[in-house]
T-cell receptor, first 116, second 112 residues
Framework: NAGVTQTPKFRVLKTGQSMTLLCAQDMNHEYMYWYRQDPGMGLRLIHYSVGEGTTAKGEVPDGYNVSRLKKQNFLLGLESAAPSQTSVYFC???????????????FGPGTRLTVL | GNSVTQMEGPVTLSEEAFLTINCTYTATGYPSLFWYVQYPGEGLQLLLKATKADDKGSNKGFEATYRKETTSFHLEKGSVQVSDSAVYFCALSHYTGNQFYFGTGTSLTVIP
């Protein structure tokens, strides 16, 4: 199993350009998440999904859109990139186990995005 | 609300020293608690977890005990190695929601 994969690994954009980050998981997990990681800020949740066709806002959703058309894929879009969106983006997936316990999240390797 | 507070770094230790990274949490009821490790240039990996009070999670010589009375989940290792140099994140999940709550991370550098 590949686990959680992310494409691309690196990207440089100019202000105002758009792009889509792709996350794929092969573990049949219900839940998927997008985070951004900035120095000194830890991980901040951008959007998440609790199942195919559903999405929800996290802590820092502005400037991003997401879609979960297939259970295994979770896409993060930047419609008009800004320098403030320079960050490392991580995708994660998870599942709910017995007795309602939320189990650990599995992370992808990250996408390093620079917006000039 | 739910939150995690962990000690700020960076932490620098000599090889074979004892490691403690403090983590306390705020949550109602009984959340699940986790420690993740992030090596340079990589994503987060689960290091250990505990799902109920008094549980001890352990892996690769690291341990953490879920203390309900002090709302803590401190990470410890008896003898660190250079290869343990990484950023460590404490996290919780709560049965009433489907989000994780992460601490800000503690950077550890182990010098030979």
């Amino acid at each position: 199993n590949a686990g959680v994969t992310q494409t691309p690994k690196f990207r440089v954009l100019k202000t105002g350009q758009s792009m889509t980050l792709l996350c794929a998981q092969d573990m049949n997990h219900e839940y998927m998440y997008w985070y951004r990681q900035d120095p000194g800020m830890g991980l901040r949740l951008i959007h998440y999904s609790v199942g195919e066709g559903t999405t929800a806002k996290g802590e820092v959703p502005d400037g991003y859109n997401v879609s979960r058309l297939k259970k295994q894929n979770f896409l993060l879009g930047l419609e008009s990139a800004a320098p403030s969106q320079t960050s490392v983006y991580f995708c994660a997936s998870s599942y709910r186990g017995l007795a309602g316990v939320y189990n650990e999240q599995f992370f992808g390797p990250g996408t390093r995005l620079t917006v000039l | 609300g739910n939150s995690v507070t962990q000690m700020e770094g960076p932490v620098t230790l000599s090889e074979e020293a004892f490691l403690t990274i403090n983590c306390t949490y705020t949550a109602t009821g009984y959340p699940s608690l986790f420690w993740y490790v992030q090596y340079p240039g990589e994503g987060l990996q689960l290091l250990l977890k505990a799902t109920k009070a008094d549980d001890k999670g352990s892996n690769k010589g690291f341990e953490a005990t879920y203390r309900k009375e002090t709302t803590s989940f401190h990470l410890e290792k008896g003898s660190v190695q250079v290869s343990d140099s990484a950023v460590y994140f404490c996290a919780l999940s709560h049965y009433t929601g489907n989000q994780f709550y992460f601490g800000t991370g503690t950077s550890l550098t182990v010098i030979p």
